[in-house]
């Protein structure tokens, strides 16, 4: 294959370049899979379905490489940035760090309180829910005599 040129004598990146680039890294985290005893379960097509390269705007990094993409894998739940350099076709892979979650905390009020949405309302912490129709729980009686209940008995 052979690299186009500026006139300046750098390589210009093309999107068959970076897309070459993203296969063979794809490849190798596959085959590096394979290789690995915690994958044995797991089918090639599955992972080809977890391991995904995705083209990303083209950025010059440093000495001439330029960002072809990233690799997102499913199953190390890990992110990798894969730089190629054309004149070679030399990659670089740079583990990215992982995302954490954004988990919001519970607003709370300065005498401890929360907003429910079920409630709409603001309750404090360990006051007992509603009842199944939003009227006051009903509390469990214990089963006693038979004879003494409500309900009409036959004669």
């Not at 890294?25 to 005893?37: C, E, G, K, N, V």
């Not at 960002?67 to 499913?74: S, V």
Request: glycine share 8%; aromatic share 6%; charged share 25%.
């Amino acid at each position: 294959m052979v690299t186009p040129l500026r006139s300046s004598g750098a390589p210009i990146v093309t999107p068959e370049t970076r897309a070459d680039a993203l296969n063979r890294a794809r490849t190798l985290f596959i085959a590096a899979h394979r290789t690995d005893a915690r994958f044995d379960h797991v089918t090639t097509t599955s992972m080809l379905e977890q391991v995904v390269a995705i083209a990303s705007v083209p950025k010059t990094g440093r000495d001439g490489c330029t960002l072809a993409g990233k690799i997102l894998d499913a199953l190390t739940d890990r992110e990798w940035e894969v730089w190629v350099e054309p004149y070679d076709r030399l990659l670089s892979l740079r583990p990215l760090p992982p995302l954490k979650p954004d988990i919001p905390e519970v607003a709370r009020r300065a005498d401890g309180r929360y907003y429910d949405g079920m409630r709409r309302k603001w309750v404090l912490p360990g006051e007992e829910p509603p009842g199944i129709f939003g009227g006051p729980s009903v509390p469990e009686t214990s089963a006693g005599d038979p004879d003494e209940t409500d309900s009409p008995q036959p004669a």
